[in-house]
Nanobody, 114 residues
Framework: QVQLVESGGGLVQAGGSLRLSCATS????????WAWYRQTPGKQREFVAA???????NYADSVKGRFTISKDNEKPTVYLQMNSLTPEDTAVYYC????????WGQGTQVTVSS
């Protein structure tokens, strides 16, 4: 089973930055497209960003130009650099694959104050 351990969340003021990390495990890391998702209370989990095996990336329109997804195949870890944060970015952030694994990690809370 692939490990999913998210970290790096916290409280930040609007306009600030955070870098999320997702520590994974297993030699299958390089065979997946990895992605970040987020969820706020009462809403469905939504896609944020993805990075393909070859390194191509894509983003939700709401974060395009502000967030950057990257990965380190050696660690293996997936990152999400979040800049110019707004209160609308407040959510629990999760990493997973595309298509999704059958489980989720614990997520990391990001709170952006106005």
């Amino acid at each position: 089973q692939v490990q999913l351990v998210e970290s790096g969340g916290g409280l930040v003021q609007a306009g600030g930055s955070l870098r999320l990390s997702c520590a994974t495990s297993g030699d299958a890391f390089n065979r997946y497209t990895w992605a970040w998702y987020r969820q706020t209370p009462g809403k469905q989990r939504e896609f944020v960003a993805a990075i393909q095996i070859g390194g191509n990336t894509n983003y939700a329109d709401s974060v395009k130009g502000r967030f950057t997804i990257s990965k380190d195949n050696e660690k293996p870890t997936v990152y999400l650099q979040m800049n110019s944060l707004t209160p609308e970015d407040t959510a629990v952030y999760y990493c997973n694959t595309r298509p999704l694994l059958a489980y989720w990690g614990q997520g990391t809370q990001v709170t952006v104050s106005s």
